[in-house]
């Protein structure tokens, strides 16, 4: 037997089955009571681990826990251990397992941390270095260029909200999203996450489709997204990284470039044992408009404590926005023209604080609890979900409102059988959420009547959750589950709905080779009034609550292929079938003084009186639509060799009208495509990384989706011969524009001057597209370059 050196002499115990390697190696070193060392890009610390021993000398522990990858434990003295490079990066030893990517440790999907071997359903990882290559970490374009079936419009730097145009097709009209976590803790408003700090995020998980909706509830009807930020700490002192960088925005509606800044500093500090963190991040663009400008900035920290049966993380996080949005100038109309130079500020304030704690209290039984709360104060928020202008200036920003979610969710989860032949895990939770929200009031004293009172809801929701995944010799599974959730938001008279999920897939290894077939089902719903519609959506005089609103709700199913040859080359096919119904458009009327009530809706026309453009009488109705079917593929390709790395992803989705619902009056008929849903999307990416460079190039694309001709309606908004209801109902499809398409290059450069300092360089819109995406008149900043230096310290 080996003769270890102190501390490798010391005996550990350690009984665990599926964590991850990096739960796996601090909770040893905890036990051990030893200063662990290591560099995270030699080991794979997601890789899933199972291991059983007693007393044994921590040398031959960490020996087990790190066999297949290219490390040794050495003795550095004292109490000090570190993992040291045993052979050339990257060469595997007879012997060796070869890393998987299914072999990775993910938390979407399950309670706790469980291998992506076992997923049914397609996810996509983006991680925190991906993140890093795009300017002030925006998250939408990342996930649109990383994630097959998922595409976030191009949104003006003013605009605070994200504008999705597709998740696997639509979920809702003007306000389709996922739901979205920071590490477990449920955010009210999922719209508002649009960038991330990356020096704070270790990856995002994505799984698209109702499937999700079983374990995480309403709301997660087109899919999850979780961000698990990093916890990791700093051996020998406060590691402090810090980056600037100013750059120029070209457009053609100003005489002078815009100034764009992103600054940033992060600290850690800590152990394997226990770590923290502080990072701080501000930014922003001048006037690529007349008038226009946005300002951010972000503060978050976090913590990580882990002992022998413990682990426990805390998450802060405070953004806060100022911008001006002005009129578009692609408006060509006398109502636009007479805005001209009317700035309104708008602002958005969110905050995140939680923390989780896993409980191990055996190798079969594992607890946890997640308890969070995150809340968000917006103010003048800029409507872009109307066909229609509004006619008065103090309805452009009259939008915003208050959101608060407090959440409290308990789990445990049992681990049965022998993992090498017949294995359950079954998972029973428990989840209750408190959901406050008030939209903002009218500004202007003259529009405040009795019937445009603020509108403010309180909404509690209890859930119960079951679950199972049965494995046979870690080659075939299948996972059901239920969850029933009694939500008030869901209405009167059914506040109870029941969300299962069932899936199967097969793994199999032929030496590097994976091939793993998957096949999922779910049903999700979303409620009617949601604090998105409450408090982003301008609606004056409180239309939306003329009618009874059913939820919004989509089921479906996925089947899919993935190949994998170790970590070097990976491809996912993916086919998806969903219906969608009940689906809430906001509708344009005519009318002349009075609203008609319900029962009026049937055949109605609007009013025949012409207006001038501040006269007109058009209002806003959410209607549910009917019924959207949601079908399509999905494709996504990486190639890794040596120091390159290649990534493509395209999907194609069609999205229609199945059916209308009785005494709908907006502008869609049966068999129509969904509005603002591109027909195909695609993204290519190359990365290399050597000799103290690091480059990357990525461009991606949306072709043919159907949207209004706004410029053309604003026209005829301020034509006093057009009469409202000739742009109300069915007169709306004669503004209908096809768009053939938009491309965005991104590219970046960076060099290591000397030891931890580094200069960059970035180009974003390298194709100068300044408008054409979702509609005509949306206008961004043109080619921009920045360049910036970074500092590790």
Known sequence: MPTWNPPLDRRVSLHVRDISLRDALDRISTDSRIRLSYTSEAIPLDNRVCASFDSIPLGEALGRLLHGTPVLPISAGGEHVVLMPAQTPGAIQQGQSVPRILDRVVVTGGAIEAPARRLTVAMNVVSGAQLSRYAEGNIMQALSDVVPGLWVWQSAPTSVLAHYGSIRGTSSFGSSYPKIYVDGIELANPLLITQFTPETVERIEVIRGPQGAALYGTDAISGVINIVTRHDGSEGGPSTVARTSVGAASSAYVPRSAITQDHALTVREGSSAQSGSVSLTSGGVGEYLPGAFARHTTGSAGFRLVRSK?????????????????????????????????????SVREYTLGGSATIVQSERWTHSIVAGFDGSRLSNVADYHTPLPSPTGPALGAAGGNADLATLRLSTTAKLGDADKLATTLTFAEENSLLDFRSQPLTDAAELTADSDVAAARRWTTAGVAQANVSWRDAGYITGGLRVERNEALGVSSSVSLLPMIGAAMVRDYGPLTVKLRSAYGRGIRPATTPIRETA?????????????????????????????????????????????????????????????????????????????????IAYLLQNVGQISNRGWELKGDVNIASLALSGTFSTVDSRVRKVATGYIGDLRVGDRMLEVPAKTGAISAAWLGGGWSMSVGASRSWDWIDYDRVALAGAFSNSTQTDAEMVGQQLRNYWLKYSGVTRMRASLARNLFRGLSFTMSGENLLNQQHGEPDNVTVVPGRTVSFGLRAIM
């Open 537 to 617: 959506w301008f609606d004056a005089h409180r239309e939306a609550d003329l009618l009874n609103l059913i939820p919004e709700q989509q089921s479906g199913v996925e089947a899919g292929l993935d190949l994998f040859v170790g970590k070097t080359f990976g491809l996912q096919v993916t086919r998806f079938d969903q219906l969608a119904s009940g689906l809430i458009q906001r509708v344009a009327y005519a009318v002349s003084g009075t609203v008609p009530g319900p029962s009026q809706w049937e055949g109605y026309s609007g009013s025949l009186q012409p207006y001038a453009p501040e006269d007109r009488h």
């Open 310 to 346: 413990l682990i426990a993380t805390g998450t802060a996080r405070l953004f806060a926005s100022e911008s001006a949005d002005p009129s578009s100038p692609l408006f060509r109309d006398s109502v636009s023209a007479a805005r001209a130079g009317l700035v309104i500020p708008q």
